[in-house]
């Protein structure tokens, strides 16, 4: 189904009674990409997946002249609102971002927030232990960009390939990388918000619910460090999955799934006790 939100429609689908968990996706992606995990998970969670905006059946909301990441964030409230129940809040590379955001602005109500390697390139910005990182993340981004202003088909592969490592792009299945292509230019949006989101310590000092952080432990160097200093300045659990690189939620369901029923469940055991 679809929510028809004023600023346009938003993915919605469920599955399943129990906890309820929103399932935010990356990038060039729907909430298909979800499947995996809530296979693993098995019964006893109510999923709902979405897509962000401009990819799926959500509509774009962000303009050339607002980009901000809180266009991206109204989105999943709408979904949040829609659940109408306690959400444990799920985000992946820049859901993960986006489900910061949300967390940040406390427009709705979380019971708990999970980010999975989200993009959280400002906070290595400005600091210089940390100048190599952003670096890294700039190079790509750079790189990236120019490749699609000057048209080149597969300028995506830039991003691919820096979080999955050489050759991932090449390696997907032609219908995955046909409809990356089609997306890169939202995804160019994605990393613009992601770049104006004033993300800093002092802002994320506010957020106060249970966290987890997790990353990949092949992930690029860049971004696992700057997932490390998210989980330090939520105050979060944080882990990262042996063997996995940033597209987890595809080659390490099973790892993701374990990990998101643990701390769901956590958080239950904590509250009962509390009572």
């Not at 693993?40 to 401009?54: D, K, Q, Y």
């Not at 050339?64 to 959400?87: F, G, M, N, Y």
């Not at 409809?179 to 939202?186: F, G, L, N």
């Not at 944080?238 to 940033?246: K, L, T, Y």
Request: some cysteine.
């Amino acid at each position: 189904m679809k929510i028809q939100d004023p600023r346009g429609a938003v993915d919605f689908d469920e599955q399943g009674y129990g906890p309820t968990l929103v399932l935010v996706p990356g990038s060039c992606s729907t909430g298909a990409a979800w499947k995996p995990v809530i296979s693993a998970l098995g019964n006893g969670f109510r999923c709902i997946t979405t897509s962000l905006p401009g990819y799926g059946g959500t509509a774009e909301r962000r303009s050339l002249t607002d980009l901000s990441i809180a266009r991206v964030a109204e989105a999943v409230e709408a979904v949040v609102h829609q659940a109408a129940s306690p959400v444990h809040l799920v985000g992946h590379s820049f859901g993960g971002l986006v489900a910061t955001a949300v967390a940040v602005r406390r427009a709705v109500p979380l019971a708990s927030l999970t980010v999975l390697e989200a993009p959280a390139v400002m906070l290595l910005e400005g600091r210089a232990q940390e100048a190599d990182h952003y670096g890294a993340f700039r190079a790509m981004t750079d790189a990236y960009f120019a490749a699609f202003a000057a048209e080149a088909p597969e300028a995506v592969a830039h991003m691919i390939d820096f979080y999955g490592g050489p050759g991932t792009y090449s390696a997907w299945p032609e219908r995955v990388r046909a409809y990356v292509r089609e997306t890169t230019a939202v995804n160019i949006r994605d990393w613009r918000s992601a770049y104006g989101f004033p993300l800093n310590a002092e802002i994320l000092s506010t957020i106060t619910m249970p966290s987890l952080v997790v990353w990949g432990g092949n992930s690029h160097p860049a971004a696992a460090r700057a997932n490390a200093l998210l989980a330090r300045a939520l105050n979060a659990r944080s882990q990262s999955i042996a063997g996995a690189a940033h597209f987890m939620i595809a080659t390490h369901a099973d790892q993701v799934a374990a990990r998101l029923a643990s701390h769901v469940t956590s958080i239950g055991d904590r509250q009962r006790l509390a009572r």
